[in-house]
């Protein structure tokens, strides 16, 4: 079939599983303990003050009601009114969702060039010492929580060594030209848009120990699992066919081996990057960075429940939209997957 | 019962036979022998704890403020030092290895069966509505932020670690399904498949005799790196207050609480339990590596 | 086809690793005026002269009218001007009311207003604006609302003219005056030209009275006006150059409220000399460990005090006798020695800074008497023989870990009189509505709270007052209508020695009620610069919460 179909009908699906997903939270954000107006306001407020505020906030509608509202004001690009913020959640998402997607876009680049370096180069020198010493610094980058590695880092690079900020997006005097000319919302473009590519810099700067924090458990995972496959196909007949015929082992290497040996980290890394917006907040909270992650998970403490579905909800778009970008890739690097495709 | 003969099938040997050449194959590393060593020593530690460590009650409703944040090395009653309450370090680490290893332990063997045969029969019947309900069913699943999935169930249910284990698996059944649904769709199309389904060889057996002793590799990888991330997991819900209720020594939600507000000043109460962790996942990767590798021709 | 792959690697190379590098050696050698900005880029921003940064926990509302937490305190205390000013005693003294008069009947206030104030916006401030504030105020009904919606009159309170303003009221309120600290001046028109119609909040004719706009500006006359606010980041306040009072010579030229959320980042910050006051909720022994390195460490009382709430409806704790076993089991010393250190222990059943708290004779750590009054109580000798029959439950709120020792301890000292406790981590949310409910209620909260104004009324109305019963300040549920009686008697006497008189008779009868541990009066720390000079923590705090970092009073001498 082609691309294009496959793409559709791909999306056709996440909406459909989208919508589930909306109901399920929906259901689940209104059985999480707490009362977002008793958290909103102080002790003292009048009762009446507080069931005009449930009244206001549509609180007193039967639950079907609540969402069929809600269900109608999505379709119109209203995501709700968030008591946490105070303002609408649709606010709220473009502000903090494009600096999240900054983060976790420069991690995942690091994440796949990295654990591509490292698992091609564990995989070609398997049991060698490149492989142990690989093996080792991923075992390190796997067992400790993403967080530690961001207080850790802060710790040595920002303040013992102060070879990098102790957190925020841009310094001061950056943050006030960028605010005020934003188009896009994310830091990075704007920057560039206005012209100020001392400010992109800066932001990168301030962008490197926090991506490199959220990407070394995954890279260290990924990196594991190409060498794995590599060694695992490495093995395999055709591998031994192809160099018994004379090709050049660069070629063998990258042509017939690595292929079929990054299927499974391609998986992985998908979801993992998909995952890591979801599990950015508290690297998000040690390196003060306002991204949409830990404004969720805040809001989440305060049964804040327009903020929970929509969180929900742009979570379940961006897995979708990475899953089916893996999909495709795994179909790429497999050809039979795209021939049997066609065949049907 | 005749096994098919097929070029690929390993099975085919005779039993003894088929397992010296798996341990000859494992224990061709020997970092997988290390491996092998660490993970018995973190089982062992992790079934006897409360017997061998040197202060049990610890682990529990204690403290000591006198002896609050004694460093490590220095005291030869607290060899790792104590924490912010007294308490020894090293009997919580050690109390820890007993909680972590269970909550890994049981969510694992809820999550890796169901997971990997949905994930099969989805990878084998690829394209038809059987693959397509059973990928949308995980991609609901997985797209659900863990913690939401986790205070919802733990707000209906007491937050205790048994509710919040229920939760973890619950989220994490589809990445199995997704790993072996790529992997053994890919394999779908192999000639050993293909001659099975020729030959007549009913589904059942081309799925369980055929596909997934091949799939295995990547498979067992994944569950032994998962020993650490369900740790891991387990102290993310601890921090929102799920999961392990203090005073319980969970591994995760010690490094967790300890790392936010005593680094570096205080190190060894965040440091040692997340050593702890490390060698958990060191000794579990490394016996994998060696397990993968006895599948591996 | 292989060579796809091999670009494929050498492009994420370029990509996720030399980017950086590559940017900046293509930025030095193409073009180079670009070179000192780069340098620019990586080094730290030149500060302004004198910066006041300081940590905050979020949510922030800088809306007079909806804030009301101690950081949305703190912005007011800088953003806006009450009508009259908290002074160290918690008296108040004249501020934008320059002086007033009291009608005998104590139902009319009038308020002659200082002329020479304008506000940020350029407009003088009138009585219009001051009359505007209360309406919006009460009208929307959160934040300080509640201290003026039982008392004040809005339609017949009046501007007599533009700088005189009345207000009448339905019926006596002893301490109003002192409320008054908690009226801001909000700009009117400034207000009436932002509002938008049709939103989630409408208060018909005036749309959402600006609440939007409000979030992220101020409408005030303060000595700070905001310069950006981003929700849950920051709030930078500039200097106001025409503000009508004095300030001190070296005051902050700009104010930085930071939502800080971790320690460890807190900590490198303040080494690093990027915050010049932390937020109050620096750990123990990380205020030790930076006042190593050179920082400073102070406190102030906060006028609130920690609480062991105890259920008086719920088994074994609906009998006196078994409140005041605890009460005297409990280890008081061993909490301010070991876990909150140096707060002192409480000399009254509100915190003794607050007008009218008088010092009383509480209890302290005697596990004899302990014992006699459990012999004394209906459930001896049952609850001797069988503790785990009469299990008390204490929950803690798990936003502030410090309260589990606290927790800790009492369940220790429980035991040694022979009861059984469990101790629980709660988060706050889930307090909340456990203490809306009685049945839901455990047996004791642990919660600190804090009085609404500077008398000791305002607590006693909070804490045992059967209106707050189902508000997260109360988990006693006394519903005792004498004791309401009294405290609403106490509050309507004008008479400021009346009205302290009895406060004494009630903290004494709640003190025989025991409804409730006292521990101790909190006294917030917080960890600040060597070149910051802060009158609050030299001893001239101001009781009122928020009024503790006032950019008029902090003067900040960086070092060259």
Redesign the interface.
């Known amino acids: 079939m082609k691309m294009k179909t496959y793409i559709a009908r791909r999306l056709g699906?996440?909406l459909?599983?989208?919508l589930?997903?909306s109901i399920?939270?929906f259901y689940?954000?209104r059985?999480?303990?707490?009362?977002p107006v008793?958290?909103?306001?102080?002790?003292?407020?009048?009762p009446?003050?507080i069931e005009?505020?449930r009244q206001?906030?549509g609180l007193k509608e039967p639950l079907h009601l609540q969402y069929l509202f809600w269900l109608g004001d999505v379709f119109r690009g209203d995501l709700g009114?968030s008591v946490?913020?105070?303002?609408s959640v649709t606010n709220?998402v473009l502000?903090y969702l494009p600096i999240s997607l900054e983060l976790v876009v420069?991690a995942a680049?690091?994440e796949?060039?990295?654990s591509?370096?490292l698992g091609?180069l564990a995989g070609t020198h398997a049991?060698k010492w490149p492989d142990?010493l690989v093996?080792i610094a991923s075992?390190?980058g796997?067992?400790?929580?993403a967080?530690?590695w961001a207080?850790?880092f802060?710790?040595i690079f920002?303040?013992q060594l102060?070879l990098f900020p102790?957190?925020g997006l841009l310094?001061?005097?950056?943050m006030?030209v960028i605010?005020a000319r934003r188009v896009t919302g994310f830091t990075s473009l704007d920057s560039l848009i206005a012209g100020r590519?001392?400010?992109?810099?800066?932001f990168?700067?301030h962008a490197?120990l926090p991506a490199l924090a959220l990407c070394i458990g995954g890279m260290a995972?990924d990196a594991?699992?190409i060498r794995?496959?590599m060694?695992?196909n490495k093995?395999?007949e055709y591998i031994a066919m192809a160099t018994s015929q004379g090709l050049p082992q660069r070629?063998v290497m990258?042509?017939y081996l690595?292929?079929?040996s990054i299927?499974?980290a391609v998986?992985?890394m998908g979801?993992d990057i998909?995952a890591m917006l979801?599990?950015a907040f508290?690297v998000e909270?040690?390196?003060?960075w306002?991204g949409f992650s830990?404004?969720?998970?805040?809001a989440?403490?305060?049964?804040d429940l327009n903020t929970?579905v929509a969180?929900?909800i742009v979570?379940?778009i961006i897995?979708?939209i990475v899953?089916i970008i893996t999909d495709i890739m795994?179909a790429y690097l497999?050809p039979?997957?795209r021939l049997?495709?066609k065949g049907? | 019962m005749e096994k098919m003969r097929l070029f690929k099938t390993i099975k085919q040997s005779p039993r003894w036979e088929y397992a010296k050449r798996m341990w000859y194959k494992f224990s061709r590393?020997p970092?997988s022998i290390a491996g092998l060593l660490i993970s018995s020593v973190c089982i062992f530690i992790g079934l006897f704890a409360p017997y061998i460590v040197p202060y049990p009650e610890h682990g529990g409703l204690f403290h000591n403020f006198e002896d609050r944040f004694i460093p490590p090395f220095q005291n030869s009653s607290y060899i790792l030092g104590t924490d912010y309450y007294g308490r020894d370090v090293l009997t919580r680490t050690m109390l820890g290895f007993q909680y972590s290893l269970m909550m890994a332990g049981t969510v694992l063997s809820l999550v890796v069966v169901p997971g990997v045969i949905l994930g099969l029969v989805a990878g084998y019947h690829?394209?038809r509505w059987v693959d397509?309900v059973i990928m949308?069913?995980s991609?609901?699943f997985?797209?659900?932020?863990?913690?939401?999935?986790a205070?919802?169930i733990c707000?209906?249910l007491e937050p205790n670690i048994f509710n919040a284990m229920m939760a973890v698996s619950l989220m994490w059944w589809p990445?199995y399904a997704?790993?072996t649904y790529?992997?053994s769709?890919?394999m779908?199309?192999e000639y050993f498949v293909q001659a099975a389904e020729v030959m007549g060889a009913s589904t059942f057996h081309i799925i369980f005799k055929e596909i997934l002793p091949n799939c295995l590799?990547?498979i067992l990888?994944?569950v032994t790196?998962d020993v650490?991330?369900v740790i891991?997991i387990g102290?993310?819900l601890s921090?929102?207050g799920l999961g392990a209720q203090p005073p319980t020594p969970d591994l995760?939600t010690m490094?967790?609480t300890n790392?936010?507000k005593y680094?570096?000043d205080f190190w060894w109460t965040?440091i040692f339990p997340?050593l702890g962790?490390?060698i958990?996942?060191?000794g579990f990767?490394l016996l994998g590596?060696g397990v993968?590798?006895m599948f591996?021709? | 086809?292989?060579s796809n792959?091999?670009t494929m690697?050498v492009v994420?190379?370029i990509?996720?690793?030399i980017?950086?590098s590559a940017?900046?050696a293509y930025?030095i050698g193409t073009v180079n005026n670009?070179l000192s900005?780069?340098e620019?880029?990586?080094k730290?921003?030149?500060a302004p002269t004198k910066l006041l940064r300081v940590g905050f926990a979020?949510?922030t509302?800088i809306d007079p009218a909806?804030g009301?937490?101690y950081s949305s305190s703190t912005a007011f205390a800088n953003l806006y001007d009450p009508l009259v000013f908290p002074t160290t005693t918690g008296e108040v003294k004249p501020w934008v009311a320059e002086n007033w008069t009291v009608s005998e009947d104590g139902l009319t206030w009038t308020f002659t207003l200082n002329n020479t104030i304008t506000f940020h916006s350029g407009r003088q401030l009138k009585a219009d604006d001051v009359l505007f504030s209360m309406e919006r105020l009460i009208t929307i009904?959160?934040?300080?609302?509640?201290?003026f919606?039982?008392y004040v009159n809005l339609t017949t309170s009046t501007a007599i003219n533009d700088y005189t303003v009345q207000f009448k009221l339905k019926k006596t309120f002893g301490p109003f005056l002192i409320t008054l600290a908690r009226l801001y001046i909000v700009d009117k028109e400034e207000v009436l030209a932002h509002i938008v119609q049709g939103g989630?909040?409408?208060y018909p004719p005036n749309g959402d009275l600006a609440?939007?706009w409000l979030?992220t500006h101020d409408a005030g006359s303060g000595p700070y006006k905001t310069r950006?606010v981003?929700?849950?980041?920051h709030v930078y306040m500039d200097r106001f150059d025409n503000y009508w009072e004095e300030m001190k010579p070296n005051s902050p030229d700009e104010i930085r409220m930071?939502?800080?959320?971790?320690p460890?980042?807190e900590r490198?910050?303040l080494?690093?000399k990027?915050l010049e006051i932390s937020s109050q909720w620096l750990p123990e022994e990380v205020l030790a460990a930076v006042s190593k390195a050179g920082l400073v460490a102070g406190d102030y009382p906060g006028g609130d005090m920690f609480y062991f709430m105890m259920h008086c409806r719920k088994p074994p704790l609906d009998d006196v006798h078994v409140r005041r076993a605890l009460a005297y089991a409990m280890d008081y010393e061993a909490v301010v020695d070991e876990i909150y250190l140096d707060n002192p222990l409480a000399q009254c059943v509100v915190p003794i800074s607050l007008g009218g708290a008088t010092e009383l004779t509480m209890y302290r750590r005697d596990l004899t008497a302990a014992m006699e009054e459990l012999q004394q109580s209906k459930y001896w000798p049952d609850i001797g023989d069988n503790p785990e029959n009469y299990e008390i439950e204490v929950d803690w709120c798990a936003e502030v870990p410090a309260e589990e020792g606290v927790a800790l301890l009492f369940a220790e000292s429980a035991q040694e009189i022979g009861l059984k406790v469990k101790v629980v981590k709660t988060?706050?949310?889930?307090m909340?509505?456990d203490m809306?409910d009685q049945d839901l209620s455990p047996h004791v909260e642990t919660v600190f709270v804090a009085a609404?104004y500077a008398e000791a009324g305002a607590l006693l109305e909070?804490r045992y007052h059967s209106k707050?019963a189902a508000?997260?300040?109360q988990n006693e549920w006394l519903l005792n209508e004498t004791l309401d009686a009294m405290i609403e008697d106490a509050l309507s006497t004008c008479d400021m020695t009346e009205r302290y008189q009895k406060y004494a008779e009630l903290e004494q009868i709640i003190l025989d009620l025991c409804p409730s541990l006292f521990l101790f009066d909190h006294l917030v720390k917080h960890s600040y610069q060597p070149y910051v000079i802060w009158p609050s923590v030299l001893g001239e705090s101001i009781p009122v919460m928020g009024y503790n970092i006032d950019g008029r009073m902090i003067e900040v001498i960086p070092p060259e």
């Open positions: 699906f996440a459909f599983s989208l589930g997903l399920l939270v689940l954000a059985v999480i303990p707490g009362d008793l958290m909103m306001v102080p002790p003292g407020t009048s009446d003050v005009a505020l206001r906030l009114f946490y913020t105070q303002r709220d502000e420069l680049l690091m796949i060039a990295g591509f370096l091609v049991y142990n093996r075992y390190i796997i067992s400790v929580p967080f530690v207080i850790v802060q710790l920002a303040l102060s102790t957190g310094d001061s005097q950056y006030d605010r590519f001392d400010a992109f810099v800066n990168v700067w490197t995972q594991r699992i794995a496959g060694v695992e093995e395999k070629l990258f042509k690595l292929k079929p299927i499974p998986t992985v979801m998909a979801g599990n508290l909270k040690v390196f003060r306002p830990q404004h969720a998970i805040a989440m403490l305060r049964s929970i969180t929900v979570i379940g897995f979708a899953n795994v497999d039979r997957i049997m495709e049907e | 590393s970092l690829k394209g397509t949308r069913i991609d609901v997985i797209a659900v932020p863990p913690l939401v999935l205070l919802g707000s209906v990445w997704r790993l790529n992997v769709s890919a779908r199309n590799g990547p990888t994944k790196l650490g991330w891991l102290s993310a921090f929102v995760g490094v967790a790392a936010e680094m570096p965040s997340a962790i490390a958990i996942i060191l990767n590596d993968r590798d591996t021709e | 086809m292989n792959i091999n690697i994420l190379l990509i996720a690793i980017t950086p940017i900046t930025m670009r900005s780069i620019d880029a990586l730290p921003p030149p979020w949510p509302f909806v009301s937490d009904g959160e934040g300080y609302a509640y201290l919606s039982p989630t909040y409408d609440r939007g979030l950006e981003v929700l849950e980041d930071l939502a800080l959320a971790v460890t980042t490198t910050m080494l690093k990027e988060p706050w949310g889930k909340i509505v809306a609404h909070t707050a508000t997260w300040e």
